[in-house]
């Protein structure tokens, strides 16, 4: 290496990215469409899997981004969808991850001492521990706070986590108004919406050949979602609904990409405990209550399900609308992928929804948890295919302007620009 090249390589600054989901969806997308963006020339990322990486790992690597796993810095989840509340089969886990936080922020400081960085890159609120071992290290910590933090049952974790936030951060990225306003308000939180990439995500990509890969009819119209049927999602709510649209338009069908529904678990125990709490309506499961209404009412035909698949944009281009029937609220990237394809949504009207969607504008707000209003507002845009087509073109509109990839990476970068000094030239 020539000397030039490494007084270049000693001035970029490195961006350490701590990062938990093992799967790759909308957190781990995101993440990655921001390091694609990063200026190489400035700034050296590398990203921590702090989880046991299943399917998320691999598109990293697959861009030469440097990647280290170790699981045994642990998180403290206290979002809208990863609760740890005392209906979750998993109670003592409340316990267990308060007593891990200290011993992991000790480890993620010994490993910041062999991982040298110049700044903490968090992708999400349960981070705390790293978030601990970062500024116990010294080092600024860029805390991304992707998610709704749950009320509780008293709302004292919820306090906790947002004192965390407020005293470890530098300086706070939320992806929307909803999320900064659970947050005190100051000059050290910005608002940055999540990105879309237009060159990938093109209302001009034809959806012909991925529908004639599935062997669809020509004529049938198409629904999609994008998520699986975690409980989170609604699955069990757009099933009963796909029943109710079959009545009366019995060619539709209901593509379901994401996580598919799992098999059963290995341990008799632990079938038996799901089975009886599930029957006790302690834990109700959305998978099994939407694979039982498939069975019981033969909607094989009527609902597809996809699995993980990296042709959203193909599937999306092949459908008409996307539905995003979620039972807990939280940012969804599906719909503002919808709105890139210039495709309508029809969305649970929660507060977050609200900020996507447009309702009348940009697709349609139903009630969570409402199959027969989810059913009339689908029949609604499949009926009309006028009203379809401009609230698509509203939405693509809206995504153009608010889901920039360019203007929004550049104003995280500012933040990283305003923490650490200066080094070279922007190009």
């Not at 993440?31 to 694609?36: A, G, K, M």
């Not at 503002?336 to 009207?349: C, K, L, T, W």
């Not at 027969?372 to 073109?393: T, Y």
Request: with cysteine; aromatic share 6%.
């Amino acid at each position: 290496m020539s000397r030039d090249a490494i007084r270049s390589d000693s001035l970029k600054r490195r961006i350490l990215f701590v990062h938990h989901a093992a799967d790759l969806g909308g957190a781990s997308l995101s993440l990655l469409s921001l390091i694609e963006r990063l200026d190489r020339r400035r700034y050296s990322p590398a990203v921590l899997f702090n989880c046991h990486p299943g399917s998320v790992a691999a598109p990293f690597q697959e861009r030469g981004i440097p990647i280290d796993i170790d699981p045994g810095i642990s998180t403290y989840p206290h979002a809208q969808g990863a609760w740890l509340g005392l209906r979750s089969l998993r109670p003592w886990e409340m316990l267990t991850r308060a007593f891990q936080v200290r011993p992991s922020a000790r480890r993620f400081r010994e490993f910041l001492r062999t991982h040298p960085c110049d700044l903490v890159h968090l992708n999400s609120s349960v981070q705390i521990p790293a978030a601990i071992g970062a500024r116990d290290a010294g080092l600024p910590v860029v805390w991304h706070i992707r998610e709704e933090l749950h009320p509780g049952y008293t709302g004292l974790r919820r306090t906790w986590v947002r004192r965390c936030i407020e005293r470890y951060a530098s300086h706070v990225i939320v992806i929307s108004e909803q999320n900064a306003a659970q947050l005190p308000p100051g000059p050290r939180t910005t608002v940055v919406y999540n990105f879309v990439d237009f060159q990938r995500f093109d209302r001009s990509v034809s959806g012909r050949e991925f529908r004639e890969s599935l062997d669809l009819p020509a004529n049938a119209p198409l629904v999609g979602m994008l998520g699986g049927v975690l409980d989170s999602k609604g699955g069990d709510v757009l099933t009963e609904a796909a029943l109710l649209v079959r009545r009366r338009r019995p060619e539709v069908v209901f593509l379901i990409a994401g996580v598919p529904p799992g098999g059963e678990s290995p341990s008799a125990v632990k079938r038996t405990l799901r089975r009886l709490v599930e029957r006790l309506g302690i834990v109700p499961s959305a998978e099994r209550r939407a694979l039982e209404l498939i069975g019981r009412h033969g909607l094989e035909r009527t609902i597809r399900f996809l699995g993980l698949r990296r042709d959203i944009p193909e599937m999306l281009a092949a459908c008409e609308l996307l539905v995003w029937p979620a039972s807990v609220s939280h940012f969804s990237r599906p719909i503002i992928e919808a709105g890139a394809m210039a495709r309508p949504v029809v969305a649970s009207d929660f507060p977050s929804s609200r900020e996507l969607v447009i309702d009348g504008t940009t697709g349609l707000l139903t009630p969570p948890g409402d199959p027969h209003r989810l059913a009339e507002a689908i029949v609604r845009l499949l009926e009309r295919p006028d009203e379809a087509r401009r609230m698509g073109d509203a939405g693509h509109a809206l995504a153009r302007e608010r889901y920039d990839p360019e203007r929004n990476a550049e104003a995280i970068f500012a933040i990283y620009d305003s923490i650490l000094a200066p080094v070279g030239g922007r190009a």
